[in-house]
């Protein structure tokens, strides 16, 4: 008797079975008449393979149960089957607004292609940069989506230098070889300004996102383009710059309001900076939504809860977070980072925080003048 098939089996319910036998490449290839090599290479992504081929070797091998052998795939490939995620949690909301939805996306879409996702945490530039380098030495990760870009983004040039496949989630200064996936900021702006002027306002302001974000660039670009399309000129005093969290934004509303000029209406480039509007005008004894108008970008949950609710343009993390997966494993089985470049638009979420002006520039200015000098007799004034 064969003891070796003795040892292998076990007892179930008082019956003695045999364990099931694991699928190999060579079950998939019999079942598809194909060869081994053709299955194989399939599998991982060859670009030699045509995509009708991959996919039906793709169904076939989940429906009869093939799971690769991670240890001998990385052998053969060089590759360990694995996204790589850093996120920045010293970063001024530590990707707040997006992480759980995004997360879901990423993993989600991996997991479909039998890949993994790595994600770790850094506390500053110097940490992300030298968590990515620790990341590729050991193997962790075969490339790595990198979120909220720079204009000038050193995570960049380092995987470039190391050769290491990416993909932006946004764009930088220098898109030479990037695979990325961005959703229309400027559009957004764009839109909300010119919306804003069709509402009757003339004088729209603006406040920024940090400057050494890409998406500032592009933000403050979409005002500038909604302001031409409404036939309105630029004007520098209603520009405020790096506002990204609540006290930041109510800073630069108030300085705003402080004007001769006035604005009547605000495009913020983000919500959680947005949502300091409020503060400002309730001290100011102004009604957001009459007094001011503000339309803002990120769709964060806090808007939909305060108090006129916040007009915004949002954003779906988890489909980001699903194309960024499926474009980065395809920029790591070959594919060209300039065929890899996808975007997508921002969704108008049209709540009360906006509405045609209850009073001109001049009659806001005049309105406020009285609380504003009795600020600078206290020494209050922001």
């Known amino acids: 008797m064969n003891t070796n098939s003795l040892a292998k089996k076990t007892v179930q319910g008082g019956k003695t079975v045999s364990p099931r036998t694991r699928v190999t490449i060579s079950d998939v290839a019999d079942k598809?008449?194909?060869t081994k090599g053709t299955v194989s290479r399939a599998l991982n992504g060859y670009t030699d393979i045509s995509d009708v081929t991959r996919r039906k070797v793709s169904k076939a091998a989940e429906a009869m149960g093939y799971r690769p052998l991670s240890h001998a795939q990385a052998i053969r490939t060089g590759r360990v089957r694995a996204l790589g995620l850093v996120l920045q949690i010293n970063e001024h909301d530590g990707h707040r607004p997006f992480f759980a939805d995004f997360i879901a996306g990423v993993t989600g879409a991996a997991g479909r292609?039998?890949?993994?996702?790595?994600?770790?945490?850094?506390?500053?530039d110097a940490d992300t940069l030298s968590t990515l380098e620790r990341l590729v030495e050991e193997r962790k990760a075969d490339g790595f989506v990198l979120p909220r870009t720079y204009i000038n983004d050193p995570r960049v040039d380092l995987l470039r230098k190391l050769e290491v496949p990416f993909v932006l989630y946004g764009r930088t200064g220098d898109l030479s070889g990037c695979a990325l996936y961005d959703i229309r900021g400027e559009a957004a702006m764009a839109s909300a300004t010119h919306k804003l002027a069709d509402m009757?306002?003339?004088?729209?302001?603006?406040?920024n996102g940090g400057p050494q974000y890409n998406y500032s660039v592009l933000r403050y670009q979409g005002y500038r383009d909604g302001?031409?399309?409404a036939g309105l000129d630029l004007d520098p005093e209603l520009v405020a710059v790096d506002a990204v969290n609540e006290a930041q934004g109510e800073a630069a509303a108030i300085a705003l309001l402080n004007q001769t000029n006035p604005p009547t209406a605000f495009v913020y480039a983000v919500d959680h900076a947005a949502l300091g509007l409020y503060a400002a005008c309730a001290k100011l004894g102004l009604r957001v939504g009459q007094d001011v108008s503000v339309m803002s970008y990120d769709g964060?949950?806090?808007?939909?809860?305060?108090?006129p609710p916040l007009t915004t343009y949002s954003v779906d993390s988890r489909s980001a977070g699903e194309r960024l997966a499926d474009l980065l494993i395809r920029r790591i089985r070959g594919v060209a980072p300039e065929d890899l470049r996808e975007f997508a638009d921002a969704r108008f979420i049209e709540r009360a925080s906006h509405g045609v002006p209850a009073m001109s520039s001049n009659q806001l200015a005049v309105h406020l003048h009285g609380r504003f000098s009795g600020q600078n007799s206290t020494g209050g004034k922001q």
């Open 227 to 229: 302001l031409s399309r």
């Open 300 to 307: 964060v949950p806090e808007g939909a809860h305060i108090t």
């Open 32 to 34: 598809l008449g194909l």
């Open 200 to 207: 009757g306002h003339r004088r729209i302001a603006f406040v």
């Open 113 to 124: 292609e039998n890949w993994t996702v790595t994600v770790a945490t850094a506390n500053s």
